[in-house]
T-cell receptor, first 112, second 110 residues
Framework: NAGVTQTPKFRILKIGQSMTLQCAQD?????MYWYRQDPGMGLKLIYY???????DKGEVPNGYNVSRSTTEDFPLRLELAAPSQTSVYFC???????????FGPGTRLLVL | AQSVSQHNHHVILSEAASLELGCNYS??????LFWYVQYPGQHLQLLLK??????LVKGIKGFEAEFIKSKFSFNLRKPSVQWSDTAEYFC????????FGAGTRLTVKP
């Protein structure tokens, strides 16, 4: 099992550009999450999904979009990158809403 | 909404010192509790978790945590830290909505 994988590992964007952060899991987990991690702030939930075709907003969804067409994949889309979106993004998955979440290696994004 | 507080932002210890990291949460209902660790340049890994039963939970690498329901606390402990424990530690509380604390950076001096 690869677990949770994320691509790319690092990306620099210019203000106004768009990009998609990829996340995939091979554990057949229904629940998937996107977090952003900022220094001294812990992890903040951006979006989550409870199954294919179902997504919902977390704490900090503005400026992001997600889709969940398959159980395995949960891409995060930034449409108009802003400097405030400079962060490290982690994808996670779990078998149940109260269960342990398993994290991917993260994507470091710099918006200039 | 529930919140999670980690009182120490940065802790510096010498090897063999004892460690206790505080974690308090605000939600009063049934919760599952977690401690995750993030080693430099790596992703978050589960250190230990509490769902029910014995409130003293043992995790990997000699870590343990005690759930005290009356104090809404889930403090992490280790009797003797090693240089390799240098990392950031996150407490998380789940009540159908996982919330993370801001993290505590632990630096262990050799």
């Amino acid at each position: 099992n690869a677990g949770v994988t994320q691509t790319p590992k690092f990306r620099i964007l210019k203000i106004g550009q768009s990009m998609t952060l990829q996340c995939a899991q091979d554990m057949n987990h229904n629940y998937m999450y996107w977090y952003r991690q900022d220094p001294g702030m812990g992890l903040k939930l951006i979006y989550y999904s409870v199954g294919a075709g179902i997504t919902d907003k977390g704490e900090v969804p503005n400026g992001y979009n997600v889709s969940r067409s398959t159980t395995e994949d949960f891409p995060l889309r930034l449409e108009l990158a802003a400097p405030s979106q400079t962060s490290v993004y982690f994808c996670a998955s779990t078998s149940g809403v109260m269960e342990t979440q398993y994290f991917g290696p993260g994507t470091r994004l710099l918006v200039l | 909404a529930q919140s999670v507080s980690q009182h120490n932002h940065h802790v510096i210890l010498s090897e063999a010192a004892s460690l206790e990291l505080g974690c308090n949460y605000s939600y009063g209902g049934t919760v599952n509790l977690f401690w995750y660790v993030q080693y430099p340049g790596q992703h978050l890994q589960l250190l230990l978790k509490y769902f029910s039963g014995d409130p003293l939970v043992k995790g990997i690498k000699g870590f343990e945590a005690e759930f005290i329901k009356s104090k809404f606390s889930f403090n992490l402990r280790k009797p003797s830290v090693q240089w390799s424990d240098t990392a950031e530690y996150f407490c998380a509380v789940n009540n159908n909505d996982m919330r993370f604390g801001a993290g505590t950076r632990l630096t262990v001096k050799p």
